[in-house]
Nanobody, 115 residues
Framework: QVQLVESGGGLVQPGGSLRLSCVASGSIFSIYAMGWYRQGPGNQRELVAAFTSVGSTIYADSVKGRFTISGDNAKNTVYLQMNSLKPEDTAVYYC?????????WGKGTLVTVSS
């Protein structure tokens, strides 16, 4: 099993920044991809940014140029730096890890962008 714990969410004004963290623990060997998804009010869960199985990064079009995914292998942690936040970025942000044929999810952290 893999456990994922997100942190860093909160309330921020439009144009502000937040950095989310996701710490992975448990059977983290053979994790081949990790990333961030989000689910806004009334919306389906969508990919925000991820490290792919071949080591590249992918971003949703809506966050390109504003969000950056990074990782620290020594800390088993993946980050999501979010800049120039917009009200439409309001959502619960979930960390995801893929290992073998399984998808693992954290419980999510709420990001609210509002003035």
């Amino acid at each position: 099993q893999v456990q994922l714990v997100e942190s860093g969410g909160g309330l921020v004004q439009p144009g502000g920044s937040l950095r989310l963290s996701c710490v992975a623990s448990g059977s983290i060997f053979s994790i081949y991809a990790m990333g961030w998804y989000r689910q806004g009010p009334g919306n389906q869960r969508e990919l925000v940014a991820a490290f792919t199985s071949v080591g590249s990064t992918i971003y949703a079009d809506s966050v390109k140029g504003r969000f950056t995914i990074s990782g620290d292998n020594a800390k088993n942690t993946v980050y999501l730096q979010m800049n120039s936040l917009k009200p439409e970025d309001t959502a619960v942000y979930y960390c995801n890890a893929k290992r073998w044929t399984m998808d693992y999810w954290g419980k999510g952290t709420l990001v609210t962008v509002s003035s």
